[in-house]
């Protein structure tokens, strides 16, 4: 456990308090964040500017442009994402601290262009060949975590999400239609992934590897004889050695198989709205941060849309308003026109699978339905 050299500075207990109010509903390493934020930015002060005791001494010049340029002036230097918070958790403080104690220009001391802007990183899916040798280790390997993580790969979950499922965490939708639960996440929402017959097999080794002198009431489906935080470490050294065991030299981390998921979802057709559902993201440009687009998927779509033309596409024929539907055979004939033609765009979109076969043959039914109705609404020669 790291231990910090005691902060003696009259306004730490005023920044603490703040930190404490604003990371309530928050987790334990966020308000660990918070608390380094406020440290470093005490530090600055009692080491620069010694003569400040006051919330009404600071200002922005020397007070806050001299911390900002420590922390970009820092040997060795700091990691951007770092900088990022720390100013936008000092800001926050500061914010709360001017409205708590009446000091209005607190909260205008940071200001949205003193936080630096982030890297666009590229999406980083895993090389088809790199997936395939980690899947393959993964899979002779055949412990628990290895299943964890093949878990993880097959599903697109945060490793956090991973560790929090709970042993009935499969749920059936339907004959056939399985989807996991994933619990609450890093963006505070819960989401149904639907999952096919090999993650069940997954989540069933998962439940057959669980040591057998487990407590009952541990509902995880990774048992929880550890912290939260050890397991995620766990989890993470468990990848590397399967990296190292696969030959792979490149430096990869588990969160590379969330991305090499979304980027498999996209090419296999799903939508991007989907894509964001099975993700739990909520905001697109998030999502696409997680996607590699090259120009042979450009290439697929293009061509892809050119043998299905919008312009080619029937139009649908008019259903029958309800306040204006007569019980007559004409109207009997346009409803089930208007069915039928549903039917034929449904089993455009579907798989050639049992379920379209079967629509198919409802189609022909009401084909020959509209046949001897056309043949009662025609009047016979006399």
């Not at 958790?89 to 914010?95: A, D, F, G, I, S």
């Amino acid at each position: 456990m790291r231990h910090h050299r005691p902060l003696h500075h009259p306004l730490q207990s005023l920044f603490a308090r703040s930190a404490q109010s604003l990371t309530t509903a928050l987790s334990d390493g966020t308000r660990t964040v918070y608390q380094g934020a406020f440290r470093s930015f005490l530090l600055y002060l009692a080491a620069h500017h010694p003569e400040v005791s006051r919330l009404q001494q600071l200002q922005r010049d020397p007070h806050i442009l001299g911390w900002l340029a420590h922390l970009r002036s820092h040997t060795p230097p700091f990691a951007k994402i770092t900088i990022i918070l720390r100013v936008t958790y000092v800001h926050r403080m500061l914010q709360d601290l001017a409205w708590n104690h009446q000091i209005p220009p607190l909260a205008h001391l940071l200001c949205r262009a003193d936080v630096p802007r982030r890297d666009e990183f590229s999406p980083r899916p895993l090389l088809p060949e790199q997936d395939q040798l980690i899947q393959q280790e993964l899979q002779h390997r055949d412990d628990f975590l290895s299943n964890l993580l093949l878990l993880q790969r097959h599903t697109g979950m945060r490793i956090g999400e991973c560790v929090d499922l709970t042993l009935d965490c499969l749920f059936p939708l339907a004959q056939d239609h399985w989807a996991i639960h994933v619990p609450l996440g890093k963006l505070k929402t819960e989401r149904w992934v639907p999952v096919d017959s090999a993650v069940r097999q997954i989540v069933d080794r998962l439940r057959a590897l669980r040591p057998p002198n487990v407590s009952t009431s541990d509902s995880f489906l990774l048992p929880r004889n550890r912290a939260r935080e050890t397991l995620i470490r766990r989890v993470r050294a468990a990848f590397r050695a399967v990296v190292s065991a696969a030959g792979i030299t490149a430096r990869l981390v588990p969160h590379q198989n969330r991305h090499t998921y979304a980027t498999e979802m996209l090419r296999s057709g799903v939508s991007f709205p989907a894509v964001m559902q099975l993700l739990g993201h909520t905001s697109p440009e998030m999502t696409l941060r997680y996607l590699k687009i090259t120009q042979p998927d450009l290439q697929r779509e293009y061509h892809q849309a050119l043998s299905h033309p919008r312009h080619l596409v029937p139009s649908p024929r008019a259903l029958p308003q309800t306040s204006s539907a007569r019980a007559d055979l004409p109207t009997l004939l346009l409803a089930i026109d208007a069915a039928q033609f549903v039917l034929q765009m449904l089993c455009r979109t579907l798989p050639d699978n049992s379920n379209r076969r079967l629509l198919t043959r409802v189609g022909r039914r009401l084909s020959n339905i509209l046949n001897q109705l056309r043949s009662v609404a025609t009047p016979k020669k006399t």
